[in-house]
């Protein structure tokens, strides 16, 4: 998706078009962060560690939802 707006921007694209396919990188990227922190979550929650560094984890990890 992304390489698709640097050629868009290359090869002088409209405004528009171009607005639309970053909205869709945009959302691409927002979806497979999502994804990516849910799987660190559950990760951390199987995990056999001390409370601590569990509630430590998953602190750190909720800043970015």
């Known amino acids: 998706h992304l390489s698709k707006v640097i050629d868009m921007l290359s090869e002088g694209c409209s405004g528009k078009d171009v607005a ?15 994804l990516y922190i849910r799987e660190q979550i559950e990760h951390a929650l ?8 569990l509630i430590r984890d998953l602190s750190e990890l909720s800043k970015y939802l």
Request: hydrophobic share 30%; net charge positive; aromatic share 0%.
């Open 46 to 53: 199987t995990s056999e560690r001390p409370p601590e560094a």
């Open 20 to 34: 639309q396919q970053m909205q869709a990188v945009t959302g691409a990227l927002s979806k497979a962060k999502n």
